[in-house]
């Protein structure tokens, strides 16, 4: 089992920068592939990004290419999530999970997940 939580959430503005961190503790980290999806009231959670258990593969949803950017410092069991021009249509919980499939890009795929982060972007 793999303990995971996440902090760096906060109130900003329309084409403001974010940066989430998700610490992990537990089993060793570089063993799992790490992961970030997000949920918005009434909606259902949706897969954000993704990073390789070496972080050499990095995997985005369509709507944040080119915006967000996921990445691993294993030796602090810390996975990241680089969150820039940010629109208000990313306002939701954030969540990073682990997974100990090699290229896990659907939420089935993970078993540990952490508390989650509220961001919010307003106009």
């Known amino acids: 089992q793999v303990q995971l939580v996440e902090s760096g959430g906060g109130l900003v503005q329309a084409g403001g920068s974010l940066r989430l961190s998700c610490a992990a503790s537990g089993r060793t980290f570089n063993g799992y592939a790490m992961g970030w999806f997000r949920q918005a009231p009434g909606k259902e959670r949706e897969f954000v990004a993704a990073i390789s258990r070496s972080g050499d593969s990095t995997y985005y949803a369509d709507s944040v290419k080119g915006r967000f950017t996921i990445s691993r410092d294993n030796a602090k069991n810390t996975a990241y999530l680089q969150m820039n021009s940010l629109k208000p249509e990313d306002t939701a919980v954030y969540y990073c999970?682990?997974?100990?499939?090699?290229?896990?890009?659907?939420?089935?795929?993970?078993?540990?997940w952490g508390q989650g982060t509220q961001v919010t972007v307003s106009s």
């Open positions: 999970a682990a997974s100990p499939f090699t290229t896990p890009r659907s939420a089935a795929l993970y078993f540990d």
